[in-house]
């Protein structure tokens, strides 16, 4: 397995540069907490807070949680955590990460309830589970009292999903802060709005919000580890957050249907009938426009998935989608 090496702020693979001896922390790289096929969640200390929960997403997208503002307080891509100061010393170090930070917000909880001015008066994290299949966390916590589940994701190089699930019953409207200094542009699922600059409203309505951040460009190279092609882990990290696989609408039609009968789509400026099968799938993964499903004219564009997956990864996305049929 490759393993990312840092050598200055660049992150390299031990495989690929011949001539990373210069690095001093070579042999860090025995400790380097490398992630396979499943997240990886480690706390430890990271950004000066001695609770932080470092993610490692497969794939190379890394995150840290602060549990005492419940934030996501940096992200990073490409190698994950090099765990020699706490596994050599007596623990409690500052554990240095395989990549340069890049920030996503404000040192504050970038939640308000009820008032987008209004500091929020509690909160408390209440910890935070894991998808069986992937291992990928979603952290629980409340503001307020209002119970809030949260997902990090990234379907693009330099992009930041953030997910959020929000209580059913009578709420009132939520806000969501962004930083203009840390984002160079932001996409939103349906319904919500803003309200003001930086300030996105998630009306009382909806359950569910999802909030895409495009960071400014990274001026550092971002080498992949070796690409899974591991097809349900590939769902989860670029397709779960808009296709649910239970029958729930997101942004695009839950999987659940994609063998139930036939759609009515758009192709070009005609109307037809189509029921799935393989042509189908691979052609809405590949030229998502081509075929647009009704009802959904208006639905944020699927990412172009070329940029990131390769043949191989769609490919085992398309024998996913077709093991689904009953
Ligand atoms: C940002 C949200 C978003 C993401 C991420 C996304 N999609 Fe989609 N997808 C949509 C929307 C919206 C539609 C419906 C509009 C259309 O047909 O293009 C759609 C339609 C589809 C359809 C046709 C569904 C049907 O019932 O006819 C397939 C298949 C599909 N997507 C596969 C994928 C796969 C595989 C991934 C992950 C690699 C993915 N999508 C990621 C938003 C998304």
Redesign the pocket.
């Known amino acids: 397995m490759l393993r990312g090496v840092r050598s200055g702020s660049l992150v390299m693979m031990t495989g690929l540069v011949a001539c990373v001896s210069l690095a001093t922390d070579l042999h860090g790289g025995d400790h380097d907490i490398v992630v396979g096929d499943r997240a990886v969640v480690q706390r430890c200390v990271l950004d000066g807070n001695a609770r932080s929960i470092a993610v490692g997403m497969p794939g190379g997208f890394c995150y840290s949680f602060d549990p005492v503002r419940c934030r996501v307080a940096s992200v990073w891509f490409g190698g994950f955590l090099d765990f020699r100061p706490e596994a050599t010393g007596r623990g409690g170090q500052q554990v240095p990460i395989l990549g340069s930070p890049r920030m996503v917000g404000t040192a504050e909880l970038p939640l308000r309830i009820a008032a987008p001015d209004r500091e929020p008066e509690s909160i408390r994290f209440d910890g935070y589970r894991r998808e069986r299949e992937t291992g990928i966390p979603t952290f629980l916590y409340r503001v307020d009292g209002m119970p809030i589940e949260q997902r990090v994701v990234s379907?693009d190089v330099d992009q930041v999903?953030i997910e959020l699930q929000l209580p059913g019953e009578e709420r009132s409207p939520v806000y969501y802060l962004t930083d203009p200094e840390a984002v160079e542009r932001v996409?939103l699922?349906d319904r919500l709005r803003w309200t003001a600059a930086g300030v996105i409203e998630i009306p009382a309505s909806e359950r569910w919000a999802?909030i895409?951040l495009q960071l400014p460009p990274s001026t550092e190279t971002f080498v992949r580890p070796e690409p899974s092609t591991n097809g349900r882990l590939?769902?989860a990290l670029?397709?779960?957050?808009?296709?649910t696989l239970d029958g729930k609408k997101?942004?695009?039609?839950?999987?659940a249907?994609?063998w139930k009968g036939s759609?009515t789509?758009v192709r070009g400026q005609q109307v037809a009938e189509?029921t799935?099968t393989e042509e189908?799938?691979r052609e809405?993964?590949l030229q998502?426009?081509?075929?647009?499903?009704q009802?959904?004219?208006n639905?944020?564009?699927?990412?172009d998935?070329r940029k990131t997956?390769n043949e191989k990864q769609?490919d085992a996305?398309?024998k996913?989608?077709m093991d689904l049929k009953p």
């Open positions: 379907f999903t996409e699922s999802q895409r590939l769902y670029h397709c779960m957050s808009c296709h997101r942004i695009g039609p839950s999987f249907d994609l759609r789509v189509v799935a189908y799938i809405s993964i998502p426009q081509a075929t647009i499903v009802g959904y004219e639905a944020n564009r699927m990412v998935i997956l769609v996305l398309v996913f989608l």
